[in-house]
């Protein structure tokens, strides 16, 4: 099986390529060529706009009678892509471009505008120091002050792009961290600090309320009587316990101590004895004179309600 794609042919041992006839073709003969538009373009007829780059299959033929330093010129031909319109250019090798000649104007141009300007100032300079020495002395001075200002701004550049590298940014986000840090930490202290003083606040308010409590409270009667118990005890020093409190007499209150009822219970009036006026004693009386009261206390309801609720047994 032979190869699909045969790139050598077969030439047989007698060949001379000397009896191959040459054919006769006329010089501004057409190449059907493929390329791409080589500027923007706005076309003449329908006015579309062709921009660079766009492909065409374009028809190329040699250009009689120019030539630029033995370099031959090329023109082209393509249409437009709307109405189908002939456009034609050339190239331009002593600009190393390409010229619009029929079709179509170019857009755009401002770059080539710019770079013929430049060419003529040139040769008009060129033309004017030829003739006028003082002009080339004043053009090297122009020379000479545009340079150094080039230079000058050039250092400045330089300068600032060292001062930009030697700028350590590791070191600044650093710096930048503890600055934080160092922020959050007066902070925590403040609200340590406003917390502690409104603790010794409270403390010294509630230290207060129990001054006032404590101040408020009934203080005990140096000249209240004595129980009648009292005389049992052995041990003669008071007893710092407070006696026993039930809930009744918390909420109604105590109403059988002797120094409460002094001032409501008047003491009943006993009659005189005849006998006493007398100086005689009753034969059945076996105490002193002095007794009698105390004994009339004692055989009292209230004296003795009064002695049974003071007693310690009676908690």
Known sequence: MSERKVLNKYYPPDFDPAKIPKLKLPKDRQYVVRLMAPFNMRCKTCGEYIYKGKKFNARKETVQNEV?????????????????AEITFKTDPENTDYTMEHGATRNFQAEKL???????????????????????????????KLEMEVLENLQELKELNQRQANVDFEAM??????LEEEQRRKE????????KAMLEQAQNRRLLVDS??????????????????????????????????????RSVGKLSTRAQLAGLVAPRKQKPD??????????????STGSLPAAAAATS????????SDSEDSA
């Open 68 to 84: 630029y330093l033995g370099l031959p010129i090329f023109r082209f031909y393509i249409k437009c892509t709307r109405c189908l």
């Open 188 to 195: 925590q202290e403040e609200d340590e600090q406003e917390m």
């Open 114 to 144: 710019l770079e013929e300007e430049e060419k003529r100032l040139q040769k008009e300079r060129e033309e004017e120091e030829l003739n006028n020495p003082m002009k080339v002395l004043e053009n090297r001075t122009k020379d000479s």
């Open 301 to 308: 309801s209230l004296g003795l309600l009064g002695a049974y």
């Open 173 to 178: 986000l650093k710096q930048y961290k503890e």
């Open 212 to 249: 006032d409590s404590d101040e408020e409270k009934p203080r005990p009667n140096p000249t209240a009587q004595t129980k009648p118990t009292d005389i049992l005890r052995e041990d003669p020093q008071p007893q710092s316990k407070k006696p026993r409190t039930e809930s009744w007499e």
């Open 274 to 287: 005849p006998a006493l006026e007398n100086g005689m004693e009753t034969p059945g009386s076996t105490g």
